[in-house]
């Protein structure tokens, strides 16, 4: 199960513009695959938000007046206790709930579950300062009642990314190990453009790849050409690399998509690798 903290300041999946996912794609050479293939593993997240306090009662009692509702655990009492805090997100979209207020360590955990009783409820409850959140996959969905609305769910791609220093060898390995080569990018980035791997990930989707193998190389923007093949010359790159790597420099990223030929492979590629989550129903 992957699990993603949030704080209120990044409270929103990070999503590339148009214009940096088309640095890759843009470039994107494809290959006929050798063999079949399937697509990326589907599946579905939750988003959680959760509020740290040193007094319950008070916390709790400013999100009711916000519209939302207490949701009991098990059909018992809304107040949990006497469980790791890190387990109380996980309760929370088992029940139903969408906030969980948590007391704040040193004191014993102790959570109550809420949920917004109304969409203005759920839009007010997101000016709260303070709070975070927490993305995660669920294997089922939140159940649905009529007394409070849900929690927030996107359906998402798992796409695997593995940085590599030595492209050539990572992409062999892959295809060994049961994937095939759908096809490459060559593209220059800043070395301080946030966000970097959900550009690639985001790539992978558009052209169908599970499984992205990438590597960076600094490299200065007067030594870098594009060959009539479609890839950037490394070997000019390589001949006057920088000194040293600069936040303001850049670098060519040379990136190779791959799928899964089977179930196994890519359960094999999800277990061993980074896996990011691209959003299918944005």
Not at 27 to 45: C, D, F, N, Q
Not at 196 to 225: E, N
């Amino acid at each position: 199960m992957m699990l993603f903290i949030r704080t209120q300041a990044n409270n929103v999946m990070l999503e590339p513009t148009p214009e940096t996912i088309s640095a890759l794609a843009e470039h994107y050479l494809p290959v006929s695959p050798t063999a079949p293939y399937i697509g990326p593993s589907k599946v579905t997240l939750v988003t959680i938000q959760f509020e740290l306090t040193a007094d319950l009662p008070v916390a709790v009692r400013k999100w009711e007046q916000l519209g939302f509702v207490r949701v009991n655990p098990c059909g018992e009492t809304s107040l949990a206790d006497n469980v790791d805090r890190s387990g109380f997100p996980f309760e929370a979209a088992a029940i139903g709930a969408s906030v969980v207020v948590s007391t704040a360590w040193p004191a014993p955990p102790q959570a109550v579950y809420l949920a917004p009783a109304s969409s203005q409820a759920r839009e007010a409850g997101r000016t709260v300062r303070g709070y975070g959140s927490t993305t995660f996959e669920i294997s089922a969905p939140p159940p649905v009642v009529t007394s409070h609305l849900e929690p927030e769910t996107c359906e998402a791609a798992r796409i695997l990314l593995d940085h590599t220093q030595d492209l050539q060898a990572t992409v062999e390995k892959w295809g060994n190990a049961g994937f095939v080569r759908l096809g490459a990018a060559d593209a220059v980035m800043r070395n301080d453009l946030m966000g970097f791997s959900y550009i690639v990930a985001y790539t992978a989707l558009a052209v169908g790849a599970t499984l992205v193998a990438f590597q960076g190389t600094p490299a200065k923007q007067r030594r870098i050409r594009r060959l009539d093949n479609g890839h950037i010359d490394m070997d000019a790159a390589h001949a006057d690399p920088p000194v040293q790597m600069s936040p303001r420099g850049s670098s060519v990223i040379q990136a190779v998509f791959l799928a899964p030929t089977s179930i196994d492979a890519r359960a094999r590629a999800e277990a061993a690798l980074t896996c990011s989550h691209v959003p299918t129903n944005p």
